[in-house]
């Protein structure tokens, strides 16, 4: 069965810190690897991920795919209280190439 | 402005009403897609259409319908069948590709006493 596993499920970090999500992944057919935060209502979009190695960046935001070890990363540096939120992972594959949802990681960033 | 909006934003029901939660998109996406949130379970596909006048069961469909009459619209009804129908139900769209990202709308919280 196709699933995608994130930890740790939540974290509590001081304004400054730097935090590190983790995604990893047993899906077949694997196209994409999406990266979303959610603030109380719609998630929306961060990275997308399709090839091994390389780093997507935006901000104080990166991540990256390592597609042999099947995981992807979410780094925050300098966190900020707007940062707090539910960070998803999905991944599109499977028998119909559909989006594949972690549980989520629920960030709190405290000043 | 594109989007995608739901209405409304909180929804209350008795026990054995059918609810219809509303989904519409001006970004002239072909796919849309229903979702339930659950807390601790993350994101789980319902129903999703990839065409007009076509849509296919997700991973949770029992005691859920749709319509697909217009490509801007994908109302969800919430029927009577479905065992535990409180949560937060949130509608995406998307282009067709193999590799696309589904923007999201803002969310119906679904309360049924």
């Known amino acids: 069965e196709d699933k995608v596993v994130q930890s740790p499920l939540s974290l509590v970090v001081h304004e400054g810190d730097t935090v590190t999500l983790n995604c990893s992944y047993e899906v077949t057919n694997f196209r994409s690897l999406l990266w979303y935060k959610q603030e109380k209502k719609a998630p929306t979009f961060l990275f997308m991920l399709t090839s091994s190695g390389i780093e997507k960046k935006s901000g104080r935001l990166s991540s990256i795919l390592d597609k042999k070890e099947l995981f992807s990363i979410l780094n925050i540096t300098a966190t900020q209280t707007g940062d707090s939120a539910i960070y998803l992972c999905a991944v599109r594959g499977g028998a119909t190439n559909k989006l594949i949802f972690g549980t989520g990681t629920l960030l709190a960033v405290q000043p | 402005d594109g989007g995608i909006t739901q209405s409304p934003k909180y929804l209350f029901r008795k026990e054995g009403q059918n609810v219809t939660l509303s989904c519409e998109q001006n970004l002239n996406h072909d796919a849309m897609y229903w979702y339930r949130q659950d807390p601790g379970q993350g994101l789980r596909l319902i129903y999703y259409s990839q065409i007009v006048n076509d849509f296919q069961k997700g991973d949770i469909a029992e005691g859920y319908s749709v319509s697909r009459e217009k490509k801007e619209s994908f109302p969800l009804t919430v029927t009577s069948a479905q065992k535990n129908p409180t949560a937060f139900y949130l509608c995406?769209?998307?282009?067709?590709?193999?590799?696309?990202?589904?923007?999201f709308g803002p969310g119906t919280r679904l309360t049924v006493t």
């Open positions: 995406a769209s998307s282009t067709q590709g193999a590799s696309y990202e589904q923007y």
